[in-house]
């Protein structure tokens, strides 16, 4: 990693950051409810840590973390269509967003320099690592994919358990592709993200109900609310008034 462009490498930390406090929310609201949850506030702060480590990804010429951060903006903001649909009955189209979001930070990641794109992508690692890289990639990707499919059949948005298991296995590859290309933004991110899969995994256990595979969702929803602190709506047990005594 080049460590002379602080501005860039300021870039990527911030996204990291964005991509930790995603996690740091759902993990807290999760240990409160004691099992695993994904709020709202999951993809707001995964759609602003993928536009800048796409821009990040772009500036360092790494085709593996740019192409994943595209798909998965793309499901990150399908997901919060899917939150504001649910509680509105309507919202705005991810489409244009996605495209103007992407568009934008590849743009200036590209414009940073004016080392060959093609090139850079070459020589930034070996062929085996590069494929190792995208296997990785693919599978830190395709959680979101599996999370979209369930969310698509329940009209909201939920969360499988394979969601940690694809996300575990991803990490693993792309933390070894990342120790080889020497890039300390992505050594740290997944790093950290190590900790969060494995506890949720363990809360799932823990908690030992069918996964939900976006066929049964209330409870999920209403132990989400309930972490956060919502009002669920749940109306307390009425209390009967007197009977009149009737007089003999």
Not at 40 to 69: E, M, N, P, T
Not at 155 to 178: D, E, H, K, R, T
Not at 230 to 240: I, L, Q, Y
């Amino acid at each position: 990693m080049n460590f002379a462009d602080p501005i860039w490498l300021g870039v990527g930390l911030v996204a990291q950051a964005a991509f930790s406090a995603r996690f740091l929310v759902q993990w807290v609201l999760s240990e409160r409810a004691r099992r695993s949850l994904l709020p709202v506030h999951f993809w707001f702060f995964s759609v602003v840590g993928s536009v800048l480590l796409l821009a990040y990804a772009a500036h360092q010429r790494d085709a593996v973390i740019a192409l994943g951060q595209i798909v998965g903006l793309a499901i990150y903001l399908r997901n919060i269509e899917l939150v504001q649909r649910a509680a509105r009955g309507r919202a705005i189209s991810f489409l244009w967003l996605w495209l103007g979001l992407a568009g934008l930070a590849l743009a200036a990641g590209l414009i940073s320099h004016e080392a060959p794109v093609a090139k850079a992508a070459v020589e930034r690692a070996a062929p085996l690592w590069f494929a190792l890289g995208f296997i990785g990639q693919a599978l830190f990707t395709g959680r979101f994919v599996v999370q979209l499919y369930a969310s698509e059949r329940a009209q909201a948005s939920v969360n499988p358990v394979q969601f940690w298991y694809l996300s575990l296995s991803g990490s693993l590859l792309l933390l070894a592709y990342a120790l080889h290309t020497g890039d300390a933004v992505i050594i740290l991110g997944q790093s950290f993200g190590l900790i969060v899969y494995l506890r949720n995994l363990a809360l799932i256990r823990k908690h030992r109900e069918p996964d939900h595979h976006g066929e049964d969702f209330e409870d999920e929803v209403a132990a989400l609310r309930e972490a956060e602190g919502a009002d669920t709506g749940t109306p307390e047990a009425s209390v009967k008034p007197a009977q009149p005594v009737r007089p003999r």
